[in-house]
């Protein structure tokens, strides 16, 4: 079956069954391999998309039901947010193994777009979902809120 996504602002059509999961869409037909496989079962948070705005688990998401919709990968995600949350990355070198990372990046945007200067619980709660394998979650947190403007212990 042939199936026409938006992705990255551009329209492409993969010839795939309908309940293939975004994620293989992504990576095996188009390319975009930032979107990482991490457990398959929507847990661990590696594999997060944006579908209209909203942070999305690509490994169970099947690719019909984003027929019609914007998805934004790591590849694609633009905006203030994400220059904000790059820039936090890099100065306090939040990776270690640098996997989860394209998945922790989509949904520190989506939470920021949703709440500009969120406190530790708030990041906490938005952030929940996404796994680090090599438990950096103290860099993540004072990441998010030095890319919405925090001063560092502000909230720690």
Avoid: F
């Avoid at 944006?50 to 942070?55: F, K, L, M, N, S």
């Avoid at 790591?74 to 994400?82: D, F, K, L, N, T």
């Avoid at 945007?109 to 929940?128: C, K, N």
């Amino acid at each position: 079956m042939s199936v026409t996504i938006e992705i990255n602002g551009e329209a492409r059509e993969v010839d795939v069954a309908e309940d293939t999961p975004l994620l293989w869409v992504l990576r095996d037909h188009l390319g975009l391999t930032g979107t990482k496989y991490g457990c398959g079962v929507a847990q661990c948070g590696a594999c997060t998309v944006h579908v209209d705005g909203v942070p999305r688990r690509a490994c169970v998401t099947p690719v019909a039901s984003v027929s019609g919709k914007s998805v934004v990968t790591i590849e694609g995600v633009e905006g203030p947010e994400a220059d904000a949350v790059r820039s936090a990355w890099v100065e306090l070198a939040v990776p270690q193994c640098g996997y989860c990372q394209s998945g922790q990046i989509m949904s520190a945007v989506a939470l920021l777009r949703s709440r500009p200067t969120p406190s530790d619980e708030d990041i906490d709660r938005g952030m929940a979902g996404n796994i680090c394998r090599c438990a950096t979650y103290v860099r993540i947190r004072r990441a998010i809120g030095r890319a919405a403007g925090r001063s560092e212990g502000d909230e720690e």
